[in-house]
């Protein structure tokens, strides 16, 4: 496991909703709300983000509308920040 959520490239060409800080083995390192995370996201709207610090994995299914899927991963990371960590920051 440690292996696999350690910094391996850059990735290049994804927008996601949250500071993308590397990649590992399918895994996203990135920064949520100031906490480091671990994130997988799945075709059509599959999310699972793990927190260790909060130890905390938020999972959502969704199914986005429309043709922009950045805006729906945008969506993502409001529904996570604003109603899952920013209460727990407070």
């Known amino acids: 496991m440690k292996?696999?959520?350690s910094f391996i490239v850059t990735p290049q060409g994804i927008c996601?909703?949250?500071p993308i800080d590397g990649y590992g083995y399918?895994?996203?390192?990135i920064d949520?709300?100031?906490y480091k995370t671990y994130c997988g996201i799945g075709f059509g709207g599959q999310y699972m983000m793990t927190i260790p610090d909060l130890d905390m994995i938020i999972v959502l299914t969704s199914k986005?509308?429309?043709s922009v899927p950045s805006q729906h991963f945008?969506?993502?990371a409001i529904l996570i920040n604003?109603?899952?960590l920013?209460?727990?920051k407070n």
Do not use: H, V
């Not at 399918?26 to 390192?29: P, R, V």
């Open 64 to 66: 986005y509308k429309g």
């Open 74 to 76: 945008s969506d993502i």
């Open 26 to 29: 399918l895994w996203l390192l």
């Open 16 to 18: 996601r909703p949250f």
């Open 86 to 88: 920013k209460p727990i």
């Open 3 to 5: 292996e696999s959520i």
């Open 82 to 84: 604003d109603y899952i």
């Open 32 to 34: 949520a709300s100031g």
